[in-house]
T-cell receptor, first 114, second 116 residues
Framework: DAGVIQSPRHEVTEMGQEVTLRCKPISGHNSLFWYRQTMMRGLELLIYFNNNVPIDDSGMPEDRFSAKMPNASFSTLKIQPSEPRDSAVYFC????????????FGPGTRLTVT | AQKITQTQPGMFVQEKEAVTLDCTYD???????LFWYKQPSSGEMIFLIY??????QNATEGRYSLNFQKARKSANLVISASQLGDSAMYFC?????????????FGEGTQLTVNP
């Protein structure tokens, strides 16, 4: 199994630009989570989906952030426009629907906004 | 209110010795799960061990064990026979089903350094 796949692994962009992060969950997993990790705030859940439906987006910082899951094998997290304070590592994780035990994390996308 | 508290920002241990990483939690739910993850310097998050609130026995996975004391609301991670490769950041996390559904709440982490 390939595990959770995230792309790009690193992204450097200028303030004001649109950024799109991508995630492919493990096949057969039907819950997907987007996290952000910073030194100041630690690991924060931004949003999660169950069966492609957003369940809890209370962690999304503001309207500049949006997430979609058009099908069971793909999700995007978009930031438009990006700001320097969005610089962080963004993780995607997935978990099987019937076992809410461990979440399997992707390798993360390190985003730098200059 | 802080749901997960890891009071040790940094810990040091000698290779081959055991080490305990502390974690306390706060929830009013009866059903919840406790997790430990390892994050090496390479950045990935690696699941280590899980304990359910109704599990009567402490969870064990190889060299990892979870010292679960429900009345004290603590879920300490014990690593036996430390190895140099255990040097990493360790995060405790909780999923309280009734309150938070599937979301995990993470502690601030403990940086473990294993000395040769």
């Amino acid at each position: 199994d390939a595990g959770v796949i995230q792309s790009p692994r690193h992204e450097v962009t200028e303030m004001g630009q649109e950024v799109t992060l991508r995630c492919k969950p493990i096949s057969g997993h039907n819950s997907l989570f987007w996290y952000r990790q910073t030194m100041m705030r630690g690991l924060e859940l931004l949003i999660y989906f169950n069966n492609n439906v957003p369940i809890d987006d209370s962690g999304m910082p503001e309207d500049r952030f949006s997430a979609k899951m058009p099908n069971a094998s793909f999700s995007t997290l978009k930031i438009q426009p990006s700001e320097p304070r969005d610089s962080a590592v963004y993780f995607c994780a997935s978990t099987p629907g019937t076992r809410y035990h461990e979440q399997y994390f992707g390798p993360g996308t390190r985003l730098t906004v200059t | 209110a802080q749901k997960i508290t890891q009071t040790q920002p940094g810990m040091f241990v000698q290779e081959k010795e055991a080490v305990t990483l502390d974690c306390t939690y706060d929830t009013s739910d009866q059903s919840y799960g406790l997790f430990w993850y390892k994050q090496p310097s390479s950045g990935e998050m690696i699941f280590l061990i899980y304990q359910g609130s109704y599990d009567e026995q402490n969870a064990t996975e190889g060299r990892y064990s979870l010292n679960f004391q429900k009345a004290r609301k603590s879920a300490n991670l014990v690593i036996s026979a430390s190895q140099l490769g255990d040097s990493a950041m360790y995060f405790c996390a909780m999923r309280d089903v009734e309150t938070s559904g599937s979301r995990l709440t993470f502690g601030e982490g403990t940086q473990l350094t294993v000395n040769p």
